[in-house]
T-cell receptor, first 115, second 114 residues
């Protein structure tokens, strides 16, 4: 079944640790995104990619980095986590073909807590 | 400034009752408006998407309306069920670039009680 997967679902780590949040989709979508969401707040775009070897920063400044070496894989990395990075991170993908243009399919999210 | 405002912020209703959620936006130019349902601890799932020329669209017990002149949309839920408890997010896309930038509301948290 075509879907988008995020791991880990929950992560609690100490300050200064390096973490990578994984995101994979099996739908062959060209576009992929990372959003950050805090409780009761709107989603904020932090990174996006239009295809392999394409990555751009989003509207919200983030110390994280991303890579897109394969179409289906869009991992997000924090080199040195801080408590201010505590948040929910949502990965999404979309294609721009037909009537479903740019409709996002979201993963279940990764809840990061930095102590 | 392009914005999407949703009301109410939270809503509690009894199972079987109907409810209506509101979304007002100032995004311009306008391309389309989507409603998403986000269960606790999960990612948002698309319910409906409407373009400028559409003023109503249904998906089962969910009916969305759009008034592009007043820049308002509503999501009506009929005969609510416990599984409708979730956050409902309004998202507006502009035509300002090939990206079709998305503007997110903060959501309405709906709780359905038995």
């Amino acid at each position: 079944e075509a879907d988008i997967y995020q791991t880990p679902r929950y992560l609690v780590i100490g300050t200064g640790k390096k973490i990578t949040l994984e995101c994979s989709q099996t739908m062959g979508h060209d576009k992929m995104y990372w959003y950050q969401q805090d409780p009761g707040m709107e989603l904020h775009l932090i990174h996006y990619s239009y295809g392999v070897n394409s990555t751009e920063k989003g509207d919200l400044s983030s110390e994280s980095t991303v890579s897109r070496i394969r179409t289906e894989h869009f991992p997000l990395t924090l080199e040195s986590a801080r408590p201010s990075h505590t948040s929910q991170y949502l990965c999404a993908s979309s294609d721009n073909r037909g009537s479903g243009a740019n409709v996002l399919t979201f993963g279940a999210g990764s809840r990061l807590t930095v102590l | 400034k392009n914005q999407v405002e949703q009301s109410p912020q939270s809503l509690i209703i009894l199972e079987g009752k109907n409810c209506t959620l509101q979304c007002n936006y100032t995004v311009s130019p306008f391309s389309n408006l989507r409603w998403y349902k986000q269960d606790t601890g999960r990612g948002p799932v698309s319910l409906t998407i409407m373009t400028f020329s559409e003023n109503t669209k249904s998906n089962g017990r969910y009916t969305a309306t759009l008034d592009a002149d007043t820049k308002q949309s509503s999501l009506h839920i009929t005969a609510s069920q416990l599984s409708d408890s979730a956050s409902y997010i309004c998202v507006v896309s502009d035509r300002g670039s090939t990206l079709g930038r998305l503007y997110f509301g903060r959501g309405t948290q709906l709780t359905v009680w038995p």
